[in-house]
């Protein structure tokens, strides 16, 4: 199978498979070409020989009717179904590996903006218009629009997922191929919508230390914790408990009580939410007392909020990431390129 | 050929000449007249659509854009899908055929309320001009998806006024769906049981249940969208605190179902031409029936498909996902049942017969890759890609618009009395499979590659299949433009049709073409089944002449 | 039958007879009803969402409506439903004055109503509260008063309030031309035990409305009191 996918890639019907996932999308949309091949050529070539054969021979002429058949109607409404099933079932799985989300990923932050893509790497490293990611070693983007809808849409690696304003989006990848390969925008933006693309650049590991190496930089929870002195924020959230808000140490990724009796985990979503618009999911046994940060913070500040939030929050990786101080150590291991993430798919992507 | 002399010998009065004053067009209240003062405004729209098509193809020639600017290219694919959904394909089937001919297949002197369906052409009208009036003002460019904050804080173009025009639009489909489904349930002739409805009136009542339900959905969110342009209320601005995916949900529950609004007239006709040209009682007909109100059913259903990257749950995914893969069904039973009639037919290759089977080739082509689309993990790869627009243009073109073009050869003569000339209608039938083809095979290719839609400039190595397509696209246009010049020619050349030319079925062919005003001059009383063709006299007459010229 | 149906007033001549018509009709009024029911659901769904995500926001919005007027709207409302069908009943009796009796009674609740909603308006102008046009700067004391965190949900919860009422009214008002077109006509004597039908069919409308402001009031005005009560 392996090898019919490798020969279509010889035609240009494709784009090169750079990622993971390549292969199966690949197969998969062969599968279908297959059966749409066999259904269009079994329709059109029944009709076709039946109007030769049956062609009107004489003007007056009445065929013979044949009224439906029942056996025949439940057959051609049973089998399609279950083909359908299929389809829906390869489908959905291919859908879920690409929505869960992997554990110990590279976790690089995407902004789409009219009309260009910044991106910002653990270390602090940003680009803009490129995205360097380095082989084999699962990457995570989590994303966010400053203005309009925009989509991340990597051909050769088959993912794409819209960016939104007001919310995180995600989408992960292993690259599996090193290379330059398109960036696209695929939903559509304004007037400059086809000039907002890009290159990604897969690089051998040590080819992509080497590029972080390289260019002035802060990494984003450093940055993150800047912000929250200046921002004042430790005025309240105090090292340990005993401020008017909740101590922020060591509450990343773990579930807090809610003053509604409800529990939320601690998620990029809810510190978002809680900077944004802090009355939405007050913390049990504190006042409703913060006032928002809208329209104060740009959202690459917000994500540097988070970075620090997360690094000074549960320490024993629960929280997805190596904490963004590790993630600036040369990462030794490679990560094994077929991920099969059982963990369940994280709230940020789905709030509604 | 006896009675079309007894014919030509009486002068009669039909619907076309009991009154020829432009007042007499304008103010009727005749179902057919109100069909045709639809056909000339919806083919209109299409033309002017189809310039902007035109212009679509020429820019994607060449990769770097250099026709005209990125802003005036997003104008043009803004206007032209604006133009073709809501100006022609959502009103041409019903508006046009579906208002000549539900009445006459029911044995009815009209429509429920002939005044609303005056109304709806009017409204028809006014919101079809306020849309020209956008287009003078400088138009859009939001795309005809309208997807907020884009369109309802950052683009600069007519979005008010274009959504405005679209709103009042709306209720010209909403007063014919409701004029349709009134006239299905009360106007039908004696005899005229539900299940001897021909097949186009069962699609017919499927369509109207879409445009009542749906149609109102997405009047409230261009309304919204209006709103939120003008007053800044910030209903889908997420800076004020809105949802920009609400309107994605709002929007596509309606528009996902309509386009079934679109194909199930179409599936309609089609049922009609393969029926008659075949004279055979359709295969399956309670099947193909209840299909059509399954797809209409389910069509509410699935409206989630559109956003499975859009940071929708996949909970709900998986279920949008999996309905849609039930409306695949319906649809599947009709195309095996369309083609069981042929079996053991009397078939005739005239061009309605060409349209019917270019038809059943080019929608299976366009249903079996939807459900590329419906498939989860391989949406994530082609959505918002040239595969999602090569899809829907197989159906939408493929589908709906031929079929539509072979009802209007089918019926042509019944509307204006007059043959068209056979040998052009199936070169022009050839001209537009093989140019339809040419255009948009190309761009499930380009779309798998990574082609994204709504781009005014692209990356070079997809160029080869954008100069098929638009090459493709030329042969389209001139097949498109042929059957103008030869119906135009048929009204005063073409050979007087009589009643029933074509030996079918049905109440339409049983009165005079063109039909009287009232449609008949007698109350029909129906005594057997739809497709019976053992009781059609002029099948009997054609054997009965050929028998003579035999003997 | 053709020739007899001519002779029916009121019958046009595209039927066959004055119950096709009269079938006809009803049922037109019925399908119209579920598209407008349709045209509210898109803000219902909107409402729906919006709750979820702001429910603080609508809390505290519902809190800042005029409840004892909003009551009394929803009383004058059901009355004049009642009087409305007491005009159809007499209709259907032919009872000329007394169907313009009722008819001229549902009309001046109609006013009522909207007379009701225009001071409940234009309090909330004045309290510089209607979320368009820029116009919205509500103070952070006093009773209209919105603490700032909460203004931009609450904002959420009055224009998803301004839409909804501002639609129902609008009906109410269209409502009020047919009212006015039916009290014209009977006046005039076109109705009759056999012709009624408008009346009828306009009554259907009526209730509709009616019914709409049914959900509109504890979803608008009573959320608050739901919340808090079983709050605390």
Request: glycine letters at 10%; proline letters at 6%.
């Amino acid at each position: 199978m392996t090898l019919l996918t490798s020969f279509f890639l010889q035609l240009p019907f494709m784009p090169e498979q750079a990622s993971s996932f390549a292969q199966e999308v690949d197969l998969f949309y062969l599968a279908l070409w297959g059966l749409t091949v066999f259904f269009t050529i079994g329709v059109a070539l029944a009709a076709g020989i039946f109007m030769i054969k049956y062609r009107r021979k004489r003007a007056g002429e009445i065929p013979e009717q044949v009224e439906g058949a029942m056996l025949l109607e439940i057959t051609w409404t049973v089998l399609p179904f279950i083909m359908a099933l299929g389809i829906f079932a390869w489908g959905a799985k291919l859908y879920y590996q690409m929505y869960t989300e992997p554990k110990d990923a590279l976790e690089i932050f995407v902004t789409g903006k009219q009309w260009m893509w910044r991106a910002q790497h653990p270390d602090g490293q940003r680009e803009i218009n490129e995205l360097h990611v380095p082989l084999g070693r699962r990457v995570k983007l989590t994303m966010t629009s400053e203005d309009v809808l925009h989509a991340y849409f990597i051909p050769a690696f088959r993912t794409k997922a819209d960016v939104v304003p007001g919310r995180y989006t995600t989408t992960w990848f292993v690259p599996t191929k090193v290379g330059t390969y398109h960036l696209f925008c695929a939903e559509y933006c304004g007037t400059q919508h086809s000039g907002m693309i890009g290159k990604v650049i897969v690089q051998e590991p040590s080819d992509y230390q080497a590029w972080l190496g390289g260019g002035t930089k802060e990494p984003p929870a450093a940055a993150g914790q800047k912000l929250f002195a200046s921002l004042a924020c430790n005025t309240c959230h105090y090292e340990k408990s005993g401020g008017r808000g909740p101590t922020l140490v060591g509450v990343y990724g773990t579930d807090v009580k809610l003053d509604n009796g409800t529990t939320v985990k601690v998620d990029d979503a809810y510190i978002r939410e809680s900077i944004l618009n802090p009355m939405a999911k007050v913390v049990a046994t504190y006042q409703p007392v913060m006032p928002t940060f809208q329209g104060q913070v740009s959202e690459e500040q917000i994500a540097n909020l988070i970075a620090y939030i997360r690094s000074i929050g549960k320490q024993d990786g629960d929280g997805g990431t190596a904490a963004p101080a590790a993630a600036a150590q040369p990462a030794a291991k490679p990560a094994a390129p077929a991920a099969k993430p059982a963990t369940p798919p994280q709230s940020g992507a789905k709030q509604n | 050929m006896a009675t079309e002399v007894m014919q030509s010998a009486e002068p009669r009065t039909n619907y076309l000449n009991a009154g020829h004053t432009v007042k007499s067009w304008l103010l009727t209240l005749d179902h057919k007249r109100i069909g045709l003062l639809y056909l000339f405004s919806i083919s209109a729209f299409f033309f002017i659509g189809g310039i902007y098509a035109t212009l679509i193809r020429l820019e994607l020639v060449t990769p770097q854009g250099d026709l005209m600017t990125a802003e005036t290219y997003n104008k043009v694919f803004t206007m032209h899908g604006v133009i073709m959904i809501f100006f022609f394909l959502i009103p041409s089937i019903p508006a046009v055929l579906g208002n000549f001919l539900l009445p006459l297949m029911l044995g009815a002197k009209d429509v429920a309320f002939p005044r609303l369906n005056l109304l709806s052409w009017y409204v028809f009208i006014v919101g079809g001009g306020m849309f020209m009036l956008t287009m003078i003002n400088g138009g859009i460019d939001t795309g005809w998806t309208f997807y907020p904050p884009y369109s309802s804080i950052y683009s600069n173009t007519q979005v008010t006024l274009a959504g405005v025009s679209i709103f009042i639009t709306g209720f010209s489909s909403i007063l014919t769906g409701l004029n349709f489904m009134v006239t299905i349930h009360t106007m039908r002739a004696p005899g005229m049981t539900w299940f001897r409805l021909p097949l186009f009136v069962w699609a017919h009542y499927a369509t109207s249940l879409i445009q009542i339900l749906g149609t109102p959905v997405v009047a409230i969110t261009v309304l919204a969208l209006g709103f939120e342009r003008t007053l800044q209320i910030g209903i889908f601005d997420p800076k004020l605190g809105g949802d920009p995916v609400l309107f994605q949900h709002m929007f596509w529950f309606y528009s996902h179902p309509a386009v079934y609004i679109m194909i199930i007239p179409s599936m309609g006709v089609v049922s009609e031409l393969i029926a008659n040209m075949t004279r055979k009682r359709v295969f399956g007909y309670h099947f193909v029936a209840f299909s059509s109100l399954a797809i209409a059913v389910f069509g509410f259903l699935v409206w989630g498909h559109h956003m499975f990257t859009s940071s929708q749950s996949m909970y709900a995914g998986l279920v949008f996902s999996l309905i849609t893969y039930a409306v695949a069904i319906p649809s599947a039973i009709k195309t095996f049942n369309w083609t069981a009639t042929i079996y053991k037919g009397s078939v005739s290759f005239d061009t309605p017969m060409i349209y019917a089977l270019a038809f059943l080739g080019l929608f299976t082509i366009g249903g079996m890759t939807g459900l590329f689309l419906a498939a989860m993990g391989l949406d994530v790869h082609l959505h918002d890609t040239y595969f999602v627009v090569a899809h829907f243009h197989y159906v939408m073109v493929g589908g709906a618009i031929i079929g539509y073009l072979g009802g209007l050869h089918f019926w042509w003569p019944k509307i204006t009395g007059k043959m068209y000339p056979e040998i052009w209608g199936r070169i022009s039938a050839a001209i537009v499979f093989l140019g339809f083809n040419l255009t948009f095979f190309p761009q499930f290719v380009v779309g798998y590659l990574g082609m994204p839609r709504r781009y005014h400039s692209y990356v070079p190595e997809f160029q080869v299949l954008h100069i098929l397509s638009s090459a493709g696209a030329s042969i389209l246009a001139l097949g498109f433009l042929m059957p103008v010049f030869y119906f135009a020619w048929s009204i005063k050349y073409g050979k007087p049709a009589g009643a029933n030319p074509w030996g079918a079925v049905g109440l339409e062919w049983q009165t005079p073409s063109p039909p009287p005003t009232e449609n008949f001059t007698y109350q029909p009383v129906i005594t057997t089944e739809a497709y019976e063709f053992e009781h059609v006299e002029e099948i009997k007459n054609a054997g009965k002449a050929e028998a003579l010229q035999t003997a | 039958m053709a020739e007899h149906a001519t002779h029916v007033p009121g019958l046009a001549h595209h039927f066959v007879s004055m119950e096709q018509q009269k079938e006809a009709g009803t049922l037109g009024m019925w399908i119209f009803l579920l598209t407008e029911l349709m045209f509210f659901g898109g803000l219902f769904l909107a409402y729906t969402i919006y709750r979820t995500t702001y429910p603080e926001g609508f809390l505290y919005g519902s809190h800042l409506l005029n409840v004892p007027l909003g009551g009394t709207n929803t009383v004058v409302l059901i009355v004049s439903s009642l009087t409305m069908a007491m005009a159809v009943y007499y209709s259907q009796l032919g009872e000329k004055k007394k169907l313009i009796f009722f008819l001229l009674v549902t009309l001046a609740l109609c006013f009522v109503f909207l007379i009701i909603k225009y001071f409940e308006y234009m309090s909330k102008i004045h309290d510089h509260l209607f979320p368009a046009f820029g116009t919205y700067h509500p103070s952070t004391t006093g009773p209209h008063g919105i603490p700032l965190e909460l203004q931009q949900p609450v904002r959420v919860f009055l224009w998803i309030y301004f839409l909804m009422t501002g639609l129902h009214a609008l009906h109410m008002i269209v409502g009020a031309g047919i009212l006015i077109t039916l009290i014209y006509m009977a006046q005039k004597g076109r109705f009759t035990k056999q012709y009624n039908s408008p009346v009828e069919i306009s009554g259907l409308y009526w209730h509709f409305v009616d019914i709409v402001w049914i959900f509109l009031f504890p979803l608008l005005y009573l959320t608050g009191f739901h919340v808090s009560g079983a709050g605390h």
